[in-house]
């Protein structure tokens, strides 16, 4: 399994010379071979390769460029094989096309030690041609073959992946349902409550006036390129923040818990819907809900634990939790009161409780203490355990159906008590 590591790096002002260099000569490589290779060999018919293109530069465009010579050459060989993997995920239809970069958007380049292997470890590490630089935090100890170096509002960081072995760790919980939202940024059926941050909402004041300061500002001149980085440095840190509270709310999701329930939200149409007013739409995208399962996704795999997706028309927030009745329940209404039992929940607590009794019952299912000829395993402990096949999944069907603890005939399976 491979893990990135990402961190910042401290730089003096030489340092962000080099770098913006070699970030410039990677973005008018990536032009030059899209404009004069790539594209016009498409139109004469042929089919470009990526060591036919970097052999015609090495011999007959790089000598009329004196000024490359002064910087690494292991930038361009990975310019053109990132090129190549660009078009190919376009033929394939998981992009769009190419397209050319623009200074100060996105700046990146990647360096290698000619196939050697670097070891890394500490706050400081030797990179080819560039030198000792020195990074905020440690990092641990690995070996890699090549780093990726990219700015970000004037900010340089470094990207590593490295090989890492999951590292299960002992759980504190067997089951944990999750309810994530908007008011909150996560609910969770033990009690606790993660605040939202709403980074995004908070800065509104502040980035409305950048842009205003920025709009005022002649095209070109320095007080502009002033103006707009301090805009930049303003999204980045909205950016950090919201980071920063949804990776603890992952890792402590993944480390303490061995089932988690969570539900399989449509975020891209709830953004899309035009009956949401433009202000929860904002909040919604603000949350990162998506980015939290994709966290939660590949967390559970570092740490040992199993990820239930709620079925996406499982009535959480309607049912009660203690007797399963079924209500509507308005957007508005922040407290669910069953009118059956009489139970008074938060409405996100009562969604996370149902999200938990929804995990219970899919891994119950593997416990039936029958005989059948496919031994099913419990997720849990591991062990396979005998059950009756098509009694299970009658009754898992019937539970995703009915949305409660009862059957079609109101007789409770001894599996969901």
């Given at each position: 399994?491979?893990?990135?590591f990402?961190?910042?790096?401290?730089?003096?002002n030489?340092?962000?010379?080099?770098?913006?260099?070699?970030?410039?000569?990677?973005?008018w490589?990536?032009?030059?071979?899209?404009?004069n290779?790539?594209?016009?060999?498409?139109?004469?018919?042929l089919k470009?390769y990526?060591?036919?293109?970097?052999?015609?530069?090495?011999?007959?465009?790089?000598?009329?460029?004196?000024w490359?010579?002064?910087?690494?050459?292991r930038?361009?060989?990975?310019?053109?094989?990132h090129?190549v993997?660009a078009f190919?995920?376009?033929?394939?239809?998981?992009?769009?096309h190419p397209?050319?970069?623009?200074?100060?958007?996105?700046?990146?380049?990647?360096?290698?030690?000619c196939g050697?292997v670097?070891?890394?470890?500490?706050?400081?590490?030797?990179?080819?041609?560039?030198?000792?630089?020195?990074?905020?935090?440690?990092?641990?100890?690995?070996?890699?073959?090549?780093?990726?170096?990219?700015?970000?509002?004037?900010?340089?960081?470094?990207?590593l992946?490295?090989?890492?072995?999951?590292?299960?760790?002992?759980?504190?919980r067997?089951?944990?349902g999750?309810?994530?939202?908007?008011?909150?940024?996560?609910?969770?059926?033990?009690?606790?409550?993660f605040?939202?941050?709403?980074?995004?909402?908070?800065?509104?004041k502040?980035?409305?006036?950048?842009?205003?300061?920025l709009?005022?500002?002649?095209m070109?001149?320095?007080?502009?390129?002033?103006t707009?980085?301090?805009l930049?440095?303003?999204?980045?840190r909205?950016?950090?923040?919201?980071?920063d509270?949804?990776?603890?709310l992952?890792?402590?999701?993944?480390?303490?818990h061995?089932v988690?329930?969570l539900?399989?939200?449509?975020?891209?149409?709830?953004?899309?819907?035009?009956?949401?007013?433009?202000?929860?739409?904002g909040a919604?995208?603000?949350?990162?809900?998506y980015?939290?399962?994709?966290?939660?996704?590949?967390k559970?795999e570092?740490?040992?634990?199993?990820?239930?997706?709620v079925?996406?028309?499982?009535?959480?927030?309607?049912?009660c939790?203690?007797?399963g009745?079924?209500?509507?329940?308005p957007l508005?209404?922040?407290?669910?009161d069953?009118?059956?039992?009489g139970?008074?929940?938060?409405?996100d607590y009562n969604?996370?409780l149902?999200?938990?009794t929804f995990c219970r019952r899919?891994?119950?299912?593997?416990?039936?203490?029958?005989?059948?000829?496919?031994?099913?395993?419990?997720?849990?402990?591991?062990?396979k355990?005998?059950g009756?096949?098509?009694?299970?999944?009658?009754?898992?069907?019937?539970?995703?159906?009915?949305?409660?603890?009862?059957?079609?005939?109101g007789?409770?399976?001894?599996?969901?008590?």
């Amino acid at each position: 399994m491979q893990r990135a590591f990402k961190t910042k790096l401290k730089l003096n002002n030489r340092q962000k010379t080099l770098m913006a260099q070699h970030a410039g000569y990677s973005r008018w490589l990536w032009n030059w071979a899209l404009k004069n290779m790539w594209n016009e060999s498409y139109k004469a018919g042929l089919k470009p390769y990526a060591n036919k293109l970097k052999k015609f530069y090495t011999n007959h465009v790089k000598p009329q460029y004196p000024w490359q010579y002064t910087l690494s050459s292991r930038v361009y060989q990975f310019v053109f094989m990132h090129l190549v993997e660009a078009f190919n995920r376009f033929f394939q239809g998981r992009a769009q096309h190419p397209k050319f970069k623009n200074k100060g958007r996105n700046d990146s380049f990647t360096l290698d030690n000619c196939g050697k292997v670097m070891e890394f470890s500490g706050t400081r590490l030797k990179l080819p041609f560039i030198g000792w630089v020195s990074t905020y935090e440690p990092l641990p100890g690995i070996q890699i073959k090549r780093v990726t170096i990219s700015r970000v509002a004037d900010y340089w960081y470094i990207y590593l992946a490295y090989e890492l072995e999951p590292e299960p760790t002992v759980k504190c919980r067997e089951y944990l349902g999750v309810d994530v939202g908007v008011k909150v940024l996560a609910t969770c059926s033990d009690g606790t409550v993660f605040p939202n941050p709403r980074a995004d909402k908070q800065a509104q004041k502040k980035l409305a006036r950048l842009q205003r300061e920025l709009s005022r500002r002649t095209m070109g001149s320095a007080n502009r390129n002033k103006t707009k980085l301090k805009l930049a440095k303003a999204h980045q840190r909205v950016a950090n923040i919201r980071k920063d509270a949804i990776q603890k709310l992952t890792s402590w999701l993944g480390k303490n818990h061995a089932v988690i329930g969570l539900e399989d939200l449509n975020v891209s149409g709830l953004l899309k819907n035009h009956k949401l007013a433009h202000k929860l739409a904002g909040a919604i995208a603000d949350s990162a809900l998506y980015e939290i399962r994709r966290q939660v996704e590949y967390k559970s795999e570092w740490y040992g634990c199993s990820l239930v997706f709620v079925d996406r028309f499982y009535p959480s927030t309607k049912t009660c939790s203690s007797c399963g009745h079924v209500q509507e329940m308005p957007l508005k209404e922040r407290v669910f009161d069953c009118e059956v039992c009489g139970e008074v929940f938060d409405r996100d607590y009562n969604a996370s409780l149902n999200a938990r009794t929804f995990c219970r019952r899919l891994f119950g299912l593997s416990l039936w203490n029958r005989k059948c000829r496919h031994p099913m395993k419990n997720q849990v402990t591991g062990k396979k355990q005998e059950g009756n096949f098509n009694t299970v999944f009658t009754a898992l069907y019937q539970f995703l159906v009915a949305g409660n603890r009862r059957t079609c005939q109101g007789k409770r399976l001894k599996m969901f008590a």
